[in-house]
């Protein structure tokens, strides 16, 4: 079981869970760890069990807390469970440009956000490994038209030379805000009540979070 802390440095106002999902190999876990620590790691093996990393990002004078989590292999044994995708508000929909089968398991995917996932969450669709291009079977353009045929952020991206890879998670933080603001202003529980807002940070033993906050 992991646990969040919270201490006086590590004030947000927003706390967003976003989920990588995707075939395996496709790049996710260091996709995530390019962007929370900004490291690659060539000889990245699969990971048995569940990772997330946090990073924290200032959207229209808020600071939101992106809580990523990653399948972890998981995905290769299709034992992904529902807790997974419990009260994710954005989700990265990850494939290999270099590898069209990993495109083409695209739906499944979306199939299996639809059947678990809550049905206001925000997707983008990620060509990762971009910097491979000498070996691209994705064309740019297939992808953008199917991301653009059901609704979804789309970005390509590399992991190993940092292309576009802050401006796909910063891009779905600032539509997860603002959807989440729009509801707000119309008073529409959906995607608002997953988002966690904090409206007043207060030292000392009494100050509470919900239980999605505290414990993970």
């Not at 989590?69 to 995708?85: C, K, L, P, S, V």
């Not at 419990?86 to 059947?115: C, F, P, Q, S």
Request: proline share 2%; glycine share 4%; hydrophobic share 40%.
């Amino acid at each position: 079981m992991t646990y969040t802390s919270y201490n006086k440095d590590d004030e947000y106002d927003y706390l967003f869970k976003i989920v990588l999902i995707g075939d395996s190999g496709v790049g996710k876990s260091n996709l995530l760890s390019r962007f929370t620590r900004n490291e690659f790691d060539l000889e990245s093996r699969t990971t048995i069990g569940v990772e997330f990393a946090t990073r924290s990002i200032p959207v229209d004078n808020k600071t939101i807390k992106a809580q990523i989590w990653d399948t972890a292999g998981q995905e290769r044994f299709r034992a992904i469970t529902n807790a997974y995708y419990r009260g994710a508000v954005g989700a990265l929909l990850v494939y290999d440009i270099a590898k069209h089968m990993t495109y083409e398991n695209v739906e499944r995917w979306l199939k299996e956000l639809k059947d678990h996932a809550d049905a206001n969450i925000v997707v983008m669709l990620v060509g990762n490994k971009c910097d491979l291009r000498h070996l691209r079977a994705v064309p740019t353009e297939e992808a953008k038209q199917f991301a653009d045929k059901n609704e979804l952020i789309f970005i390509e991206t590399s992991a190993l030379d940092s292309t576009n890879v802050e401006e796909a998670f910063k891009s779905i933080v600032n539509e997860i805000f603002q959807l989440v603001h729009t509801n707000r202003q119309n008073d529409s529980p959906d995607l608002m009540d997953k988002a966690i807002e904090i409206d007043k940070l207060v030292d000392g033993p009494d100050v509470k979070f919900p239980n999605c906050c505290s414990k993970l």
